[in-house]
């Protein structure tokens, strides 16, 4: 089964479970009917968490093959990717509760973490010594920060960054796809 | 024709600037062409190559692809196009380079990247992504559709026209196909 597939299964099931919920207080009166509502939201919650951790551990790998590309990975000159750049990325990755949609190399040899929804666009660029952090809202105006990389260690710096890309989503955003560049060794 | 008559100094507004787009570099795992990936400039510049699409030939601007660019590593697959005005207009810059081979442009972004670190101001990292929406905006892709045809084989190049002024919406490469 696709995961797209299993997605809509486990989806529906946490629907069948609302709807039955429904139905108990239709038919047996209130205390059931809570007790079929924490249920299924409970089946939400370790339902999303069970794809989140899927989702930071496909993310994980993802920087390990990242951590080896050889330089000129693109042909034009790009650069490998440091491991200490890899191992912070990784860090962030971990410590996030609204995961990037894209994972990106740059041909610079720095790590772009990109969220991207129909409500904008922001990205966190992890370099050895500095990252940037940028977001845009569509039809808004660009917000920039430049800081040192050690501070990507610090939780709240990190909560700063969450904040932001909330306000690009409606709802907590679920990987879409990991863009992964080929590359010749 | 002579060669200055050909590529005029400077490049004008209006002008179909032309780049190839290369497998894998600028494609997804799904294959499909990636439009942030063909305009990030690489480091220790602040400029990308491509070509002037309304001077020079599909076929020619084929044939630049193949022998000046492409090689093991990365492989030609078809061009992306961006009029000299929407360049302009994100706050890039396009300036002939002929030294390289005829016809060859540098568009500029106005900032350098050091290696594996990130941009060092915020002013850097707006510009930077001003100008890499902008192109990505503005360009289209044509695939071509025989890749080892001499000839190019795909749709006619044209551009979306960003430029000011009385020219029609769509510039045709100098020859297509047709």
Avoid at chain 1, 3 to 19: C, M, P
Avoid at chain 2, 65 to 84: E, L, M, N, P
Avoid at chain 2, 132 to 142: I, K, N, R, V
Wanted: glycine content about 6%.
């Amino acid at each position: 089964m696709s995961a797209s597939n299993t997605v809509r299964v486990r989806t529906d099931a946490v629907l069948l479970q609302a709807r039955s919920a429904f139905s108990a207080l239709m038919e047996t009166g209130i205390p059931e009917a809570i007790s079929a509502f924490c249920y299924a939201q409970n089946s939400v919650s370790e339902f999303y968490n069970s794809q989140l951790s899927a989702a930071r551990e496909h993310y994980e790998s993802i920087l390990e093959e990242l951590r080896d590309m050889p330089d000129n990975w693109d042909g034009y000159g790009a650069v490998h990717m440091h491991e200490r750049i890899i191992d912070r990325a990784k860090s962030v990755v971990e410590r996030l509760n609204t995961l990037p949609t894209d994972i990106v190399p740059h041909p610079a040899g720095t790590v772009m973490l990109e969220w991207e929804t129909p409500q904008g666009r922001c990205y966190l660029e992890v370099g050895l010594t500095v990252y940037n952090f940028y977001a845009k809202r569509r039809g808004g105006e660009a917000f920039a920060h430049v800081g040192p990389s050690e501070q990507l260690d610090d939780l709240e710096k990190l909560g700063e960054f969450s904040k932001r890309v909330r306000a690009l989503a409606k709802y907590p955003s679920m990987p879409t796809g990991v863009t992964n560049i080929t590359y010749v060794k | 024709m002579t060669s200055l008559m050909r590529f005029p100094d400077p490049v004008i507004e209006h002008e179909m600037i032309v780049r190839a787009a290369l497998d894998p570099y600028h494609f997804n795992t799904r294959k499909k062409p990636h439009r942030k990936y063909a305009f990030h400039a690489p480091w220790g510049a602040d400029s990308i190559s491509a070509m002037r699409g309304s001077l020079l030939t599909a076929d020619e601007c084929k044939y630049n692809a193949v022998t000046h660019i492409q090689d093991s590593q990365r492989v030609y697959k078809g061009f992306w196009t961006i009029q000299a005005a929407c360049i302009q207009k994100v706050g890039a810059s396009v300036f002939p380079t002929p030294a390289d081979y005829e016809g060859h442009v540098s568009i500029h972004y106005g900032v350098v990247r050091r290696r594996h670190e990130g941009l060092d101001t915020p002013d850097e990292v707006l510009r930077y992504n001003a100008v890499l929406e902008g192109l990505t905006d503005a360009a289209q892709y044509f695939e071509d559709e025989d890749c080892s045809a001499k000839e190019w084989k795909g749709l006619p190049l044209t551009v979306q026209c960003c430029a000011e002024g009385s020219l029609p919406n769509t510039i045709e490469s100098a020859t297509t196909n047709e």
